[in-house]
């Protein structure tokens, strides 16, 4: 199948034909590939942008510098957000490979994107990078004042296997300065992460 007709495929109505069609376009990149992906972040069409995403996601780590740019600099708010879930997709997809530092970088500056939908979809992505991204999570944790950004911090936070989550979210539970939400998100994120911890021992 040619590539024009591979990219025709994403926005097909069957999720098994896209998934076909985004592999095929893995397996017959060119120079073109990752460009035409990423206009496809402007388009109207969910499920089409969706399979760009994913295919973006697919294509592993060259996607990245891409990404990054956008994220940072696109005006379109879809375009920015779509950037933020594909990086995550390539975290999925390629979690044996180091999340390259312009990706991790990138994506903390777009926690202070003003769009949550932005920061959001940059949040989650960093908790999927992981322990890498983590200190770039508790950073900005510890500085922000936007209280839906902190509570999607914390609930990044709480997919990561590592001993100071733990002491950060039981110091959040425990704090009587801050605010409510902020307290009860600490202690459910605390509770997912401890049942995380006890049926998935570290190897």
């Avoid at 499920?47 to 740019?69: M, N």
């Avoid at 202690?187 to 401890?194: G, I, K, N, V």
Wanted: hydrophobic letters at 45%.
């Amino acid at each position: 199948m040619t590539q024009a007709a591979l990219f025709e495929q994403l926005k097909h109505p069957n999720p098994n034909l896209r998934e076909r069609a985004i592999w095929e376009l893995v397996e017959t990149q060119d120079e073109n590939t990752i460009p035409h992906l990423m206009e496809i972040l402007a388009e109207e069409d969910v499920t089409y942008r969706r399979a760009a995403v994913k295919a973006l996601g697919a294509l592993g780590i060259d996607t990245v510098p891409y990404l990054v740019e956008s994220l940072l600099n696109s005006e379109n708010v879809t375009i920015r957000g779509s950037c933020a879930k594909a990086l995550a997709q390539v975290a999925v997809n390629y979690g044996d490979v180091s999340m390259p530092r312009e990706g991790i970088e990138g994506l903390k500056q777009a926690l202070y994107d003003p769009n949550p939908v932005v920061h959001i979809a940059s949040a989650m992505a960093l908790g999927v990078i992981g322990t890498p991204a983590l200190e770039s999570l508790l950073s900005v944790l510890n500085e922000t004042d936007n209280l839906g950004l902190a509570v999607a911090i914390i609930n990044a936070v709480s997919s990561i296997k590592d001993e100071q989550v733990i002491e950060v979210l039981t110091n959040l539970a425990n704090d009587e300065s801050a605010d409510s939400y902020i307290r009860e998100t600490a202690t459910s994120a605390l509770s997912r992460l401890e049942l995380i911890l006890q049926f998935k021992p570290n190897q």
